[in-house]
């Protein structure tokens, strides 16, 4: 029998273990950090617990269940998406002249980085229960980052702990003091009379102490989204390292690496969850002069109309030791309805990477990627399904990362809207875009990746008139196409306006499809009206990096 993902990631932890066999004192570490923190004498302090102690934990906590497949149900409150606009950078010496800011990175002052951290520190001061998780960010050990959460909620202590990498014994015996510290006081809101504050909530990150806090939000995903934008600003300052809001997999015949990028609810999870290819990760990786690692030890997967038959690996890794967020499910039974909407449609399941039977462990690779996809969901129906990009290319719409924004994703978006966010992870982003643009066509073009888009949104008509969405049983067919080979030889047609070279045909997909030209209901017409539409948005979003990039990027967009 073939081993399996967790057979091997415990090889794995063997393999790392160092000669000593002492046994870790958890209670000198507690107490150590007890001492450190402030914290009461008589304030318990849950370290590294295991994952039965933080179920028990959480069931104590309101609406904290367990689903009939053994996941724990649990509820962020109020906020059931991130919350960008409360995102705050401190603007301190080391970094102030690399930060790019704007809408995305707001400045905070040091004051005011003081009195959230202070008070975020002293709500947990005041619990009766504190929970600590140590582990690390980043699979290969010549760039990985030691990361402490301190928080109050069971629930997001075993978040983390699926989702971050898990040290063994050794590693955490000889763990130290952590590189980067998050303060999780999200039940307890930010002071709004404070210098900044525009709301109850603020998620601020300090680059110089290494540190950050959440407050007025319990949304557990503001703590990972937090490490993937240290690592958008730490990877490239200061290793010259690229980090990319990417998924990515690698062929077990041929060992070729597929990196995908894209928005919540473009497919990243579902389409680098392939049975056929091991999976290195499922949301953020980095791009390294030794090839590719995966920055987490879990993933976070979207749950609405999750389903066995189309995401069989996915829905297996629903169980014991995985995190539902947000779900509706029947009392009695326990069963999750994951077709259920009405709490968010941001339903989400956070497991360890290693619950996925195809996983690489350890997630890095010593291979370039030969594929680059990004992915988009257009709602308006208008881009093909594949399209083969060029060089500059790849760059305009890398900077570009258009997508129809989905329900749910952040507070206040109740239906999908046409959306613009530079190298599909722009909420992130630390730097320019064009630092990370020129980083990956540069890597591009050293390791001869190709460069591919896939709308995996709406076609024959947008979602607004009664379209459906590209069926994912052809996605797949495409993306199988690609690693095969097949695809870069067939014969190809220009898309107009957009300039895009479309396949004519793909093994496994209706031709009809291919080209939305022909695949739209409403007539010529219409069609070409909405192609105009969408080429204008583009034109109008790029104008902001018009003088920044060179005149082929600038060119290799919509024309009209």
Not at 355 to 362: D, E, M, R
Request: glycine fraction near 6%; hydrophobic fraction near 35%; aromatic fraction near 10%.
């Amino acid at each position: 029998m073939a081993p399996t993902a967790i057979d091997l990631n415990r090889e794995y932890a063997n393999s790392v273990e160092a000669e000593s066999t002492a046994p870790f004192n958890k209670a000198e570490r507690k107490n150590s950090i007890a001492a450190a923190l402030g914290l009461s004498p008589d304030t318990k302090i849950h370290y590294n617990s295991a994952v039965p102690i933080l179920y028990e934990d959480a069931l104590k906590e309101k609406g904290t269940t367990i689903s009939s497949t053994g996941a724990l149900i649990a509820y962020s409150g109020g906020k059931t998406g991130r919350s960008p606009k409360d995102k705050r950078i401190v603007a301190e010496e080391s970094s102030v002249h690399d930060v790019w800011w704007g809408p995305v990175n707001k400045k905070v002052d040091d004051q005011t980085w003081k009195i959230s951290r202070s008070r975020a520190i002293d709500y947990l001061r005041t619990r009766e229960k504190v929970y600590i998780i140590d582990a690390f960010a980043g699979w290969d050990k010549r760039y990985r980052i030691k990361v402490r959460i301190v928080c109050a909620r069971a629930y997001h202590a075993l978040f983390m702990k699926s989702m971050l990498i898990r040290p063994t014994e050794q590693e955490l015996k000889s763990f130290g003091e952590p590189d980067f510290t998050i303060w999780n006081a999200g039940q307890f809101p930010a002071n709004v009379f404070t210098r900044g504050m525009t709301s109850a909530t603020t998620v601020e990150l300090n680059f110089k102490a290494m540190e950050m806090v959440i407050l007025g939000t319990e949304y557990a995903g503001e703590m990972k989204k937090g490490i993937l934008t240290l690592m958008f600003y730490l990877m490239p300052i200061k290793h010259h390292v690229l980090t990319l809001h990417s998924s990515a997999n690698i062929g077990t015949q041929n060992g070729d690496v597929t990196m995908f990028f894209g928005l919540s609810g473009t497919g990243k999870t579902t389409l680098s969850a392939d049975p056929h290819r091991k999976l290195i990760g499922d949301d953020e990786h980095c791009w390294s002069d030794h090839g590719v690692f995966n920055v987490e030890g879990g993933c976070y997967a979207k749950c609405i109309d999750l389903s066995e038959s189309k995401e069989p690996e996915i829905f297996q890794a629903i169980k014991f030791g995985s995190v539902l967020e947000n779900v509706v499910y029947d009392p009695v039974t326990r069963v999750v309805d994951y077709s259920d909407s009405s709490i968010t449609a941001n339903t989400r399941c956070a497991y360890p990477i290693e619950f996925i039977p195809s996983a690489k462990i350890p997630c890095q690779v010593d291979t370039h990627p030969s594929n680059i996809i990004l992915l988009t969901c257009d709602a308006m129906g208008v881009l093909p399904p594949v399209s083969k990009l060029t060089k500059a290319q790849v760059m305009y719409h890398f900077i570009s990362g258009y997508t129809s924004k989905m329900t749910g994703t952040e507070v206040g978006v109740t239906e999908p809207q046409a959306t613009f966010s530079a190298c599909y992870g722009q909420p992130f982003l630390v730097l320019h875009p064009m630092r990370y643009a020129q980083q990956l066509a540069d890597k591009m073009s050293a390791h001869h990746a190709h460069a591919w888009l896939l709308n995996t949104g709406w076609t024959g008509k947008p979602m607004s008139k009664g379209g459906k969405r590209c069926p994912l049983k052809y996605t797949r067919a495409i993306l199988d196409a690609i690693h095969s080979g097949v695809l870069a030889k067939a014969e190809y047609e220009n898309f107009p306006t957009f300039g895009l070279r479309v396949p004519k045909s793909c093994p496994g997909v209706p031709s009809e499809l291919l080209n939305p030209a022909r695949n739209w209901s409403d007539g010529k017409a219409d069609f070409q009206n909405q192609v105009t539409n969408l080429a204008q948005l583009f034109m109008e979003n790029f104008e902001k990096y018009a003088s920044s990039c060179t005149e082929e990027v600038f060119s290799a967009g919509p024309a009209m």
